[in-house]
Every structure is written in structure tokens, then in C-alpha cells.
């Protein structure tokens, strides 16, 4: 059983493109998030939900709007997409912290974006 | 900005040895965790220490907590192959939201 997972695994697209990835997980978490990993292997968180509310806006350009239609599914849609958007994203998902301060994230399993 | 410095960027040994990874960070945190990366997969959670802590084991992982020195340090003993993969640190910063920072990792290649 997946725990968190994504569609597509991989995506090849033209610059000025619009397109989506999707993610669920079945954890029961609360929080769900969206990185991207770059080229040389660093993380960068981009967005965090927590029960559909959005908590965490990292100076991410407009053109990448994440939607989250139940605490379930947080999808990440791109506009006009440049080159320089390629990278793996990843989706994660996590129970919030509180005064545990505990925070574990569980991964999923990556969508390559490429753009030519 | 970024919080987690892991040192090595790349180490490779041969099986059996152990492997130690260093990471820095420059604010105070609730906790360090610790995460593997298999070539071409998500991010697996190893272990988690609370600024409270200054040492905790996971099977083969030692993980130490220097809050003095803002640096941490993973041990993986008796290395296997399957232990090759990309670690990487992140800290949950204190009285910061629910993110967590992560470093550039560090490449461990376990030789058989």
C-alpha cells in the first residue's frame, strides 16, 4: 500500500506549457507538502497545507498554484512553464508538530519534470 | 535560507566499514532529523533527535547532537551496499513553522 503517491513519475513538456501533478496520501495526515529538488540534489520546500489551508509560501513564482480539494490530495499546477522549472518534485506529508515538536515527513516517490 | 551544511558532499568506502556524516546548522531547533535518498526515489525518514538529546541509536545509525555546536553527526556502522544512497540532515526550527530545512547531503558509495 502507497503511502504517499504521485502522478505522473515522469514529465516532458514544452517551454510555455501548462501542467499538473498530482499527490495523495493515505496516511491520515493533516500537512501536506510540495519541494523541489534540483540538479545538484537540493531540497527546497516550495508550499505546505494543513487541513486544506495553505501555511507555508516559500517566494515561489505565481505561475505554480497548489490546490488541495481535501487534506488527502494537495496537487501542484505550473503555468508557462520555463526551463528552468525542470527538477524532481516531490509531495509529502506529515502530522503537524505541536508541542512535540515532532515531524517526520513521508515522501513520495518523485515526478521528473523536463522542459525543452 | 539554508540551515542543514552536511559534510562530506561525497564519501565512499568499502563494506563493512563505517560511515560518518557531519552536518551544521546556524539556528536554534526543535529537532535534527536524519533521511536517506535512493538514486531516483523520495526521501526516507531514519531518525529523529530532539534538542534535548545529545545521542540516539537506530539499529546500525548513531545519531549525536551538538546544540553548542550546532552540528550533528550520522554513524552508520558495519556498512552493507544497500546502505549507497544520498543522507541528507534537516532541522525543524524552533518557534518556525511546520518546515523542515534541509542540506545538500552527502553521496555515501558502500564498495562490496
Known amino acids: 500500500d502507497t503511502a504517499v503517491s504521485q502522478t505522473p513519475k515522469y514529465l516532458v513538456t514544452q517551454m510555455g506549457n501548462d501542467k499538473s501533478i498530482k499527490c495523495e496520501q493515505n496516511?491520515?495526515?493533516?500537512?501536506m507538502y510540495w519541494y523541489k529538488q534540483d540538479s545538484k540534489k537540493f531540497l527546497k520546500i516550495m508550499f505546505s497545507?494543513?487541513?486544506?489551508?495553505?501555511?507555508i509560501n516559500e517566494t515561489v513564482p505565481n505561475r505554480f498554484s497548489p490546490k488541495s480539494p481535501d487534506k488527502a490530495h494537495l496537487n501542484l499546477h505550473i503555468n508557462s512553464l520555463e526551463l528552468g522549472d525542470s527538477a524532481v518534485y516531490f509531495c509529502a506529508s506529515s502530522q503537524p508538530s505541536g508541542r512535540a515538536s515532532y515531524n517526520e515527513q513521508f515522501f513520495g516517490p518523485g515526478t521528473r519534470l523536463t522542459v525543452l | 535560507s539554508q540551515q542543514g551544511e552536511e559534510d562530506p558532499q561525497a564519501l565512499s568506502i568499502q563494506e563493512g566499514e563505517n560511515a560518518t556524516m557531519n552536518c551544521s546548522y546556524k539556528?536554534?531547533?526543535?529537532?535534527l532529523q536524519w533521511y536517506r535518498q535512493n538514486s531516483g526515489r523520495g526521501l526516507v525518514h531514519l531518525i529523529l533527535?530532539?534538542?534535548?538529546?545529545r545521542e540516539k541509536h537506530s539499529g546500525r545509525l548513531r545519531v549525536t547532537l551538538d546544540t553548542s555546536k550546532k552540528s550533528s553527526s550520522l554513524l552508520i556502522t558495519a556498512s552493507r551496499a544497500a546502505d549507497t544512497a544520498s543522507y541528507f540532515c534537516a532541522t525543524d526550527e524552533w518557534g518556525g513553522s511546520e518546515k523542515l530545512v534541509f542540506g545538500k547531503g552527502t553521496k555515501l558509495t558502500v564498495n562490496p
Open positions: 496516511l491520515g495526515h493533516d500537512t
Open positions: 533527535i530532539r534538542s534535548n538529546e
Open positions: 539556528t536554534s531547533i526543535n529537532n
Open positions: 497545507y494543513n487541513n486544506k489551508e495553505l501555511i
